[in-house]
């Protein structure tokens, strides 16, 4: 986004950090307590001239503090004190009341019905599903990515094959990969990781993946199916996917809603936009051309944040009582770090947690999403192929 104003990183634990987004106009708003805090309260709306919060930094409670219930949700109980209640002034002390969705619980669930439906597979018709993985280049991060997924693929019993290559490696030699991968009938899914090297055109790599084998779901085909009612997709990109399945599964109410998906990528943001519109959710996109873009979030039920841009969305944007999917992930400097960083969301967390009702941690929350539903879509590419239901 462009910059012209600072943020800082909005932890109570690590040293100051600018961080520069688009301009916006500061306001001042005054406190907004989630509804499920007022119960018993004066009924004055969830903006209390007259309440004065306390709201104290602290670290994750444990212990009885802690709950967890079926569908993923970990959740805090709020430290709340009613000290005195008159018309005049109460005084509350909440620590933490955002439930917070816990995708790496979710993810393991959703990782023991894809184990279970392979066996079953296997056992019936003899098919492994099988997933391909092209690595270009020597990048760490890359090769972190591509280690994880094989990894995946051998906790539920997809078959694997991995292909490593050079960093001058040719765009020629590259398709070549491709075009075997989409001939072997033992391969169900084909990944081109990403980035690129510079060198190649990434538009004519990704098309040459067969529209049948693109468990990633980028193919213009796809998307294009994706954007159109009455049409169905192939295959869904695995990260708004995961986005969406993790408020199915945490029985969170789209249909009707006002939604907003901050980032516009082809990746995550505009994919998002598309599956919230099929959920029947009123949609708002904010991106680095957007006005009053706070304004614009303030107004959502359900806030989908891609961006990349370390806790960009603050309390002040966030309508109380609002559902946080936080695709970021981003390092900040931490001097208390062994690794010298640590990672944080697009949404400011510690904030985010007293204003909303329910938020993604980072990490821990859409990541291990995306590489389940990889696992999901390789799944469903090889019951396609082999008309096995």
């Not at 709020?78 to 909440?94: G, K, N």
């Not at 199915?248 to 901050?262: E, L, N, S």
Request: aromatic content about 4%.
């Amino acid at each position: 986004m462009a910059s012209s104003m600072a943020f800082t990183d909005c932890s109570t634990s690590a040293p100051t950090r600018p961080f520069l987004f688009s301009k916006l106009r500061p306001r001042r708003v005054p406190p907004l307590i989630p509804p499920h805090l007022l119960q018993g309260l004066p009924a004055a709306g969830n903006r209390l001239p007259n309440l004065r919060l306390t709201n104290s930094p602290s670290s994750f409670p444990e212990g009885n503090d802690f709950l967890r219930n079926q569908q993923g949700f970990r959740h805090f109980r709020p430290s709340t004190v009613l000290a005195s209640v008159s018309a005049s002034e109460a005084v509350i002390s909440t620590e933490a009341s955002a439930k917070v969705i816990d995708g790496k619980s979710i993810a393991k669930k959703i990782r023991h019905e894809i184990a279970t439906e392979i066996s079953r597979m296997k056992d019936e018709i003899g098919v492994i599903p099988g997933l391909a993985v092209i690595l270009v280049g020597d990048r760490k991060d890359s090769a972190t990515y591509v280690r994880n997924k094989k990894k995946a693929c051998e906790s539920v019993g997809i078959k694997s094959y991995e292909v490593c290559l050079p960093e001058d490696t040719t765009e020629e030699e590259v398709l070549k990969f491709i075009s075997g991968f989409n001939d072997d009938p033992e391969v169900h899914g084909i990944l081109v990781q990403l980035p690129l090297p510079s060198h190649m055109n990434e538009q004519n790599i990704l098309n040459a993946v067969s529209i049948e084998k693109d468990v990633d779901g980028f193919h213009p085909l796809n998307i294009g199916r994706l954007a159109m009612r009455g049409r169905e997709p192939l295959f869904v990109p695995c990260t708004p996917k995961g986005c969406i399945e993790l408020l199915h599964r945490c029985d969170v109410d789209i249909k009707g809603k006002q939604a907003v998906v901050i980032g516009r990528s082809n990746i995550v943001g505009m994919p998002a936009a598309l599956l919230l519109l099929r959920e029947d959710a009123s949609v708002s996109i904010v991106h680095s051309r957007t006005k009053n873009p706070e304004e614009i979030t303030r107004q959502a039920d359900i806030i989908i944040s891609a961006v990349g841009q370390p806790n960009m969305v603050r309390g002040s944007w966030i309508k109380a009582g609002a559902v946080i999917i936080d695709v970021g992930i981003n390092p900040v400097e931490d001097a208390t770090s062994e690794r010298g960083y640590r990672l944080v969301g697009d949404v400011c967390y510690e904030e985010a947690r007293k204003v909303a009702s329910a938020v993604t941690p980072v990490p821990g929350g859409v990541g291990p999403m995306t590489i389940a539903m990889l696992l999901s879509n390789t799944l469903t590419s090889a019951k396609r192929m082999h008309n096995f239901h």
